[in-house]
């Protein structure tokens, strides 16, 4: 059974860079659209980037769209979001999720996906 870690959340400075890591198990990610996802305080969850693995589309947020960048590995095990000149705005949890299919999932909302990791914080701060 398909099951997410994220990793490489922290403090950082705004103009600075983090990434992060959604590492899978139990199954590789070929068939599969990864999505990040954020949720800030009082706010509701929301999709920043997606990686569908079947075609290599990839969609972005538009505030984030010249900033982030989403990749995987050859091995389709680790999804990777690179986060530059971060913002407090982009203060949040960040969730990895991923969801069975092709380019469509990229786009449904985040109830119809199915396999989530448990999150990881990002703070943007002086």
């Known amino acids: 059974q398909l099951q997410l870690v994220e990793s490489g959340g922290g403090l950082v400075l705004p103009g600075e860079s983090l990434t992060l890591s959604c590492t899978a198990s139990?199954?590789?990610?070929?068939?599969?659209?990864i999505s990040w996802f954020r949720q800030a305080p009082g706010k509701e969850r929301e999709r920043v980037a997606c990686?569908?693995?079947?075609?290599?589309?990839?969609e972005y947020k538009d505030s984030v769209k010249t900033r982030f960048a989403i990749s995987t590995d050859n091995g389709k095990r680790t999804v990777t979001l690179q986060m530059n000149d971060l913002r407090p705005e982009d203060t949040a949890i960040y969730y990895c999720?991923?969801?069975?299919?092709?380019?469509?999932?990229?786009?449904?909302?985040?109830?119809?996906?199915?396999?989530w990791g448990r999150g990881t914080q990002v703070t943007v701060s002086s």
């Open positions: 999720a991923a969801g069975r299919g092709g380019d469509s999932m990229c786009r449904v909302p985040s109830t119809w996906i199915d396999v």
């Open positions: 139990g199954s590789r990610l070929n068939y599969y659209a």
């Open positions: 990686l569908s693995q079947t075609s290599g589309l990839t």
